[in-house]
């Protein structure tokens, strides 16, 4: 069972609608989550931070359930640009020794 | 404040040959990790440096090793180059070994024919 784990999608989705992915995790030891944008050929980018009180950036909101091991990321008036690959990430110290784990991403395409 | 750099951006490499990749960390950063992704996956973890020691490895062989340098600069050397290496090769930097927050540089595209 991989430790991080996400639909890959495609989600197609139009312009202005609002989406929603899911991610899973397998180790309970796990401390930080986070949320990175991958556009095609280029290095992740952090997106946010994810804590249990659930956190909002903008149009952006991710949730946290420690108890479900279960993380999501909420995108509200989706816009073109926001087509890209999004990484599901869990560190399991409170250091960076053991490095991220990501989940392969989920790959969202807004269409006009 | 300048961000994660990487040199090379693309490399072709022979199978049993040898490639050293370089990395330059986020200005105020002392913590270097590095990552492989191969295509259509997410990024897999290879090591951490901090204070120019290895703070911690993934699951990969000892033929991937590293160096940091007093200016928190970072080499990935991989030896015995194997088809399946060829993927992008990630660095990732942050201020202390204890922050998760890490950011990334745009990669070293490695191709092994």
């Known amino acids: 069972r991989k430790e991080v784990e996400q639909d890959p999608g495609p989600f197609n989705v139009p312009e202005g609608a609002t989406v929603a992915f899911n991610c899973t995790y397998s180790n309970s030891a796990s401390q930080s989550f986070f949320w990175y944008r991958q556009d095609c050929r280029k290095e992740p980018k952090l997106l946010m931070s994810?804590?249990?009180s659930g956190n909002e950036d903008g149009r952006f909101t991710a949730q946290l359930n420690r108890a479900s091991q279960y993380i999501s990321l909420l995108i509200r008036d989706s816009k073109l640009s926001d087509s890209a690959t999004y990484l599901c990430v869990a560190a399991r110290s409170g250091g960076g020794a053991d490095g991220l784990t990501f989940g392969k991403g989920t790959h969202l395409i807004i269409q006009p | 404040e300048t961000g994660v750099t990487q040199s090379p951006t693309h490399l072709i490499k022979t199978r049993g040959q040898q490639v050293t990749l370089r990395c330059s960390s986020q200005?105020?950063?002392?913590?270097v990790s590095w990552y492989q992704q191969a295509l259509g996956q997410g990024p897999q973890f290879i090591f951490q440096?901090?204070?120019?020691?290895?703070?911690g490895r993934g699951n990969f062989p000892p033929r991937f090793s590293g160096l940091q340098f007093p200016n928190y600069s970072s080499e990935l050397n991989v030896n015995a180059l194997e088809l399946d290496d060829s993927a992008l090769y990630l660095c990732?930097?942050?201020?202390?070994?204890?922050?998760?927050?890490?950011?990334f540089g745009p990669g070293t595209r490695l191709t092994v024919t």
């Open positions: 440096y901090y204070r120019e020691e290895e703070n």
């Open positions: 990732a930097s942050s201020p202390e070994t204890w922050d998760d927050e890490q950011y």
């Open positions: 200005s105020g950063h002392n913590t």
């Open positions: 994810v804590y249990s």
